[in-house]
């Protein structure tokens, strides 16, 4: 047998090589979530790999809603030289969603018609949530990926509260402590279920947070009308006296009618050493579904601004826009001086935030009253307050389908999905930011950074 040579073998070898590269060693397409596993207030990372230079492809995201219906979005892409692309670099070239955003496929779901009346489905409102992601080359799937998102983190434990006629639920981590408290206050779609969602991510960075019905649940009013402050003081005492809440590090968080709460309890009881107010109001209103003040002091409705007579105005969707009808009370100057929040009394600093587009009432000009009178009265404490260009009413945790946040039934919330999402987005890290340097760095804990 003839000897081979050396070189020979080598270019054999470097064959072989090259054809395998070219023919079996390429990586499949693949898409890739990251983390698989996250929160709901989380940045997420999709990327899509393993296809060719400029090879169009799709990505089709569902998730299961509450009763049963699905929520979809989709977007269209053209891979890179690499045959890759990240979600969070590259805007789509068609979809749900325009331009480069990492969560645009979260924001911008719709339901998808035929789906829902299943009220059993979920088995609670925090459950987790799992969302798939479908990889399509040619109208084929050829991948998936799976995220699981959380409502509330591991290590977190949940206590109802009954104690001294108070209707509330408790989110506090299991391990370490005292933690600095937030009490949790939703609008007035009543209950707690908004409240909850609140206080469960929060108590997911660290904080315990208290969530608290004040009326449309049993024991409590069933209408907004006359809500003695005096029981929303008891829910600050039960903070005060748990001995797993820093009872010098609490604060008060509420959007809409629960951001108007906020603040005149903070401006009442000094034990609230912040307040963040999403969407609020500067006076006491009228209340919703009667007469009177939405507020009692003592057995006694607070002075409050009573509502104009004036018919709403309507869009397209035959919806009520209703913030003229608070603009035209605002003009009710004897009246609004009288029921003005004396927010300059509030011990600790204040966070507003407003969309200019919101439809429901007129949030950023009252957010900015409660600034212009924080600046005339001197506020010795920080204030700020952020306005969003195009949002409306619906502005809260982020990442979360805004394709409905525009209205709900007969009522116009205003602004428009991406600003109502880009909003949520952008506040949201602030708001925790704001709360770590005015509660946790008070303490010796720290919370948990969000990206």
């Known amino acids: 047998m003839k000897k081979i040579m050396p070189s020979l073998i080598l270019a054999i070898f470097l064959t072989a090589l090259a054809f395998a590269v070219g023919t079996g060693s390429k990586a499949a397409p693949a898409i890739h979530v990251s983390p698989d596993t996250a929160l709901m207030d989380e940045v997420v990372s999709t990327r899509v790999t393993g296809l060719s230079p400029d090879q169009a492809f799709k990505i089709i995201a569902t998730m299961p809603g509450m009763h049963g219906e699905t929520w979809k979005?989709?977007?269209?892409?053209?891979?890179?030289?690499?045959?890759?692309?990240?979600?969070?670099k590259r805007a789509p070239s068609s979809g749900s969603y325009t331009g480069v955003d990492a969560m645009g496929l979260f924001w911008s779901m719709k339901t998808v018609e035929g789906t829902g009346g299943d009220h059993s489905a979920r088995p609670s409102p925090?459950?987790?949530v799992v969302m798939n992601f479908d990889l399509e080359i040619a109208g084929k799937p050829v991948a998936e990926a799976r995220l699981t998102r959380l409502f509330v983190a591991p290590g977190v434990r949940s206590l109802?509260?009954?104690?001294?006629?108070?209707?509330?639920?408790?989110?506090?981590?299991?391990?370490?402590?005292?933690?600095?408290?937030v009490l949790v206050l939703g609008g007035s779609e009543g209950g707690i279920q908004s409240a909850e969602s609140g206080a469960a991510l929060l108590a997911s960075r660290g904080y315990a947070a208290l969530a608290v019905a004040y009326?449309?649940?049993?024991?409590l009013p069933q209408r907004l009308v006359e809500v003695p402050v005096e029981y929303l003081k008891k829910a600050i005492d039960w903070m005060?006296?748990?001995?797993?809440?820093?009872?010098?590090?609490?604060?008060?968080?509420g959007g809409s009618k629960g951001g108007e709460l906020a603040l005149l309890l903070a401006a009442k009881f000094p034990e609230l050493k912040a307040v963040v107010a999403y969407v609020p109001s500067n006076v006491v209103w009228q209340g919703i579904g009667?007469?009177?003040?939405?507020?009692?002091?003592?057995?006694?409705?607070?002075?409050?601004?009573?509502?104009?007579s004036m018919p709403p105005s309507r869009n397209a969707k035959n919806q009520m826009i209703i913030a003229p009808l608070y603009l035209a009370s605002l003009d009710n100057k004897e009246a609004v001086e009288k029921?003005?929040?004396?927010?300059?009394?509030?011990?600790?600093p204040v966070l507003v935030i407003s969309g200019k587009g919101d439809e429901l009432w007129p949030s950023s000009v009252m957010a900015d009253m409660v600034i212009a009178r924080l600046k005339e009265r001197k506020h010795k404490h920080r204030y700020e307050h952020l306005s969003y260009e195009s949002a409306g009413h619906a502005i809260g945790r982020p990442y979360r389908p805004t394709t409905t946040s525009m209205g709900t039934g007969t009522l116009a919330l205003g602004g428009t999905a991406e600003a109502n999402a880009r909003a949520q987005?952008?506040?949201?890290?602030?708001?925790?930011?704001?709360?770590?340097?005015?509660?946790m760095k008070r303490g010796k804990g720290m919370s948990r950074e969000i990206d």
């Open 126 to 128: 925090l459950a987790p």
């Open 425 to 439: 987005a952008d506040s949201w890290p602030k708001v925790l930011r704001f709360l770590n340097d005015n509660l």
């Open 240 to 253: 005060r006296a748990r001995d797993t809440i820093s009872s010098e590090r609490l604060a008060v968080l």
């Open 339 to 348: 029921a003005a929040i004396p927010v300059e009394k509030i011990n600790g």
């Open 160 to 181: 109802d509260v009954r104690d001294d006629g108070l209707v509330a639920k408790l989110y506090e981590p299991e391990k370490g402590g005292p933690h600095p408290g």
């Open 73 to 88: 979005s989709e977007a269209e892409f053209t891979a890179d030289k690499r045959g890759a692309v990240d979600l969070g």
């Open 215 to 219: 009326f449309g649940m049993e024991g």
């Open 290 to 308: 009667g007469g009177g003040s939405s507020w009692s002091e003592g057995g006694k409705p607070l002075d409050y601004v009573p509502y104009a």
